[in-house]
């Protein structure tokens, strides 16, 4: 999507720096977005407009593009187009289709009508509606403030031989240099271990991490049972693997960080080495001066790596300040035991705030519980609120079909799950599962088409299974569900998935 820089409002304050010639460098704002966390992964978002509605973005420098996703379109009714073509990104590949978009505004930036990609299948469902790629953010320079949660874009003036570090005394700077032709993003030196490494600043990204090549270039020792951490989920249905590993030292500029931890990750995507992520930028104020082609950047304070290994400080105040998102990854974390001591009665409180506070996913959850304790009429509203937030959301509508049969909604369960499912053209898995629902696919022809896929058949199988007995369980079939949970339990158990009952 091509875009024009635009000043939205009133007019911006200069900012005069000194200049080593005659010529005074005149440093102008000319807008600022705020950030926030959210989503289950706490991602950094902004606010903007589709089509003249509210809409949450992803910022994601490290992105090529910018894009929608199928809850930004599903929201607001835009078609999709088929372009037969895929994009990639970590947990693999997904269908990328076409949509026209009348108006799309962030910040001092607007755009008409214009055709812009879509993103079809996420690891998880996104609560964000796009993502702002790199050729949308560096179109000038511009500055990310994580601890003020806020990001400026600035036209210098006169500025080419200026220091732009105007925040504090300690700004240092290193130069950057474009990748390639097709990636805004530039790259930067880093040194891991004393070896020099290519980096870049992804917003996107979590957690900072370094390549397995990268890795093995450092002389990093990573790939062990000891070392694994939990897979990666991205862009596509699959995973990557992921390590953690402890760095000697890590050096940008003259900033070096001794022992930090970091995360290994084998992504298989043509990326810089070393990826800093958002645990860095929480650590630090950095500018991205294009028009000199130089990262400016200082230490503000705090872990310069958390790796969300434990409860980290942040996302207690984000939670304790009435994130929805926060309190729902307090909840899990609380839930599984993974970043802090297992609590059931923490998690519990935590996810109800977080359902009761609007998240999506905190609905989704409780939503489904609701329906394996048959208490259908409590989960409908559950369910019904995250459906409405999250469009896109596939298991969620089977959950929510189940509640209304249950509940003696058959006709609208229907009607809903075949508007959930008919929205776009073309629906990758699992539309299957949806006709086998509605009544326009076999159990013979639903299987067949599950197992057609050469890399997840398996697991695809197994969960037309589960789906399959959840069906027959609601319509009051006990006899056919049992027989489908005996072929589920025969046939899955070594496939790591796990299937709860529903509709009993």
Known sequence: MKTILRLLGAACALLPLAHAAAQTCTYTPIGKLPLRYSGPGLEITTEGSINGTPAELLVDTGAYQTVLTRTGTERRGIRLYET????????????????????????????????????????????????LG???LFQTDVEISLPTKQLTFFVPENCRNTHLGYWAKDVQSVPM????????NPYFMVRINGVELEAMIDTGATVSSISSKGAKRAGIAFDTPEARGSDLVGVGGYTASRWHVTLKTFQIGEETVQNAEMAVQNSGLDVADVILGADFLRAHRVLFA?????????????????????LEPWMLAEAEGGNPSAQMMLASAYS???RAARDDAQAAEWLEKAARGGSPHANLVTGRRLVQGRDYAAAIPRLRNALDKL??????????YVARVRQGEAELAKSELATTFGRSERDEWPKPIADFYLGKLSADKLLAQAADDREAGKKRRCAALSAMGDWHRAHGQAEQAQALDKQLADSCADTGQSFVKLGG
């Open 84 to 131: 037969g073509r895929r994009t990639s990104g970590i947990g693999g590949h997904s269908m990328l289709y076409a949509s026209i978009v009348n108006e799309f505004i962030v910040g001092p930036v607007r755009a008409g009508r214009s055709n812009m990609p879509v993103v079809g299948t996420f690891g998880d469902t996104p609560s964000y509606d796009g993502i």
């Open 134 to 136: 790199a050729p949308f």
């Open 177 to 184: 240099r474009r990748h390639d032709e097709d990636h805004m």
């Open 290 to 310: 294009m028009s000199q082609n130089k990262l400016y950047f200082s230490y503000v304070g705090g872990d310069p790596f958390g790796q969300r290994r434990t």
């Open 336 to 338: 599984s035991g993974n």
């Open 391 to 400: 469009p896109a959301e596939r298991n969620g509508a089977f959950y929510l």
